[in-house]
């Protein structure tokens, strides 16, 4: 076990600074930057995340993130798990793939949930078929510790009016990792609405006493509402009270991940026959006056393993925040080189169902199609108009907290 753990730690450092010293991608296609305590590397399909490496409480690196070991294979793979990628131009779901804007429909290319009368699908996730983590970036700065991407998204693609012009910058620091996404409409008024997809799991993929993340204990302390959202997740229109005590309520105290799965609501809580978590929470910090996002003690989310100790904190200027439990993860999807058992057959080196949750900072999803909510400030944007902004902060930290049953 010991031998195992040290491999994976010679890995980890291999990988983060023999390999990396320099910038350029390394021979696995990927861009690796360093911060105080933490690396990560990045690969320009999708602008993705691929390793983010930090020590957990007994000084093993762990490689948190979801991904392949090469850049090549992000394109291989065919299940396309939107793998720390951005999702763009508009992230989540498009209700019927249209939306309007004063006045005329647009209509994007759908790419979800076929059906016979519309075999393409009867929604957009993610910005369509080809949104932005179906396509490669350009590097345009790489220092030490920063790097970023841009991308030209021209008019019509997928459906969308008007060209975009965006840039995506990641920065490390002092165990913080910073994103920094601005996406300016050049010719037509847009929707704009993107994210950050990581597939988090802060044991490393390691833990050698479950292979799940529900032990993972999750904190939203703003978000005592969520968006209501129908079988197929997408949105109603409604917003719903996180009752206290209820499976969504993650405010009024930190709650693991898997402590509701024994209440009847957590069954269908993510869509028709799906147990789990895949809910926009509303981040409600604004009832609070005016605040600095930054500031110390305003994290939107703390997740927390007591496994590894690790603890991230994500700070952010957005007003919501997906959860996604990975219910829709069944094992096909292997673990990178940097994570994992090697010598405990307990476990294969894949994702299992629930071995993973994504934290999406986002605006509220679909808020194109829900005019009553009254975001079109915050949702579509016009060439001279301000620029559409994403700033967020993961900050993280070792918290030794174990459960009051024992159990990890
Ligand atoms: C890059 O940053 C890391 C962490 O701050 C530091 O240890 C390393 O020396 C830096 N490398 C270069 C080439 O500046
Ligand atoms: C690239 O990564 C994939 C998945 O991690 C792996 O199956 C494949 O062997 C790798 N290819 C090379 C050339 O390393
Ligand atoms: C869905 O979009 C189609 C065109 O793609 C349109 O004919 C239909 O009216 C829309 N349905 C709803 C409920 O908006
Ligand atoms: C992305 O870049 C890689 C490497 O240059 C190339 O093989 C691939 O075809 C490109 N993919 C797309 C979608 O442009
Ligand atoms: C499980 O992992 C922990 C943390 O790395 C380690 O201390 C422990 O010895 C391992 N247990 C077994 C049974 O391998
Ligand atoms: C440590 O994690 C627990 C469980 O998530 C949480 O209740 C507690 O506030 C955290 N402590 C610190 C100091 O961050
Ligand atoms: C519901 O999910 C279960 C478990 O994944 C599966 O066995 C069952 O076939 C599903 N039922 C329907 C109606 O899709
Ligand atoms: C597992 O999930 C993938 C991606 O959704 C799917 O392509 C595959 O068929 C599933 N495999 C099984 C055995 O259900
Ligand atoms: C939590 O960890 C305990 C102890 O390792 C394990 O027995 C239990 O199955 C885990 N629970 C979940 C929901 O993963």
Not at 90 to 101: L, P, V
Request: proline share 6%; hydrophobic share 30%; charged share 20%.
């Amino acid at each position: 076990m010991l031998l195992s753990n040290l491999l994976i730690g010679a890995l980890c450092l291999t990988g983060a600074s023999a390999d990396s010293d320099t910038t350029g991608p390394d021979k696995n296609g990927k861009y690796w930057i360093h911060g105080n305590g933490i690396s990560a590397s990045f690969i320009r399909y999708g602008a993705s995340v691929s390793n983010l490496i930090v020590k957990d409480k007994y000084g093993i690196p762990r490689d948190l993130v979801g991904g392949f070991d090469n850049a090549t294979y992000y394109e291989i793979d065919k299940q396309h798990p939107h793998f720390g990628g951005v999702p763009g131009r508009y992230a989540n779901r498009i209700k019927n793939s249209s939306f309007e804007i004063d006045g005329v429909t647009y209509h994007v290319l759908p790419n979800e949930n076929p059906t016979a009368a519309h075999p393409a699908g009867v929604d957009t996730l993610h910005g369509g078929p080809k949104g932005w983590d179906w396509r490669n970036f350009t590097v345009v700065s790489q220092s030490n510790n920063s790097i970023t991407f841009s991308l030209v998204d021209p008019d019509g693609e997928q459906g969308f009016p008007g060209e975009v012009v965006a840039y995506i910058t990641y920065t490390l620091g002092d165990l913080t990792w910073d994103l920094r996404m601005v996406a300016i409409p050049t010719t037509k008024k847009t929707p704009i609405m993107l994210s950050s997809h990581i597939y988090w799991n802060l044991d490393g993929f390691a833990n050698n006493e479950t292979n799940t993340a529900l032990n993972h204990t999750l904190y939203l302390p703003y978000s005592g509402q969520r968006v209501d959202a129908d079988s197929i997740l997408i949105p109603t229109g409604d917003i719903v009270a996180n009752q206290p005590g209820s499976v969504n309520d993650f405010w009024s105290a930190p709650k693991a991940l898997g402590d509701s799965f024994n209440d009847p609501e957590i069954h269908g809580n993510c869509g028709f026959n799906c147990t789990g978590y895949d809910t926009c929470y509303l981040v409600n910090r604004e009832q609070n006056g005016p605040h600095d996002w930054r500031a110390d003690g305003g994290f939107v989310a703390r997740l927390q393993s007591p496994w590894s100790g690790i603890q991230l904190d994500v700070y952010t200027d957005q007003e919501a925040f997906q959860v996604y439990s990975c219910n829709g993860q069944n094992g096909s999807l292997t673990l990178k080189e940097t994570q994992g058992l090697f010598d405990n057959p307990k476990f294969p080196r894949t994702i299992p169902q629930y071995g993973c949750v994504v934290l999406e900072v986002e605006d509220w999803i679909d808020a194109i199609n829900q005019p009553s909510w009254q975001r079109s400030k915050k949702q579509i944007y016009e060439p001279g108009g301000d620029p559409y902004v994403l700033q967020a902060s993961y900050r993280f930290s070792i918290n030794d907290t174990t459960r009051s049953d024992g159990h990890y």
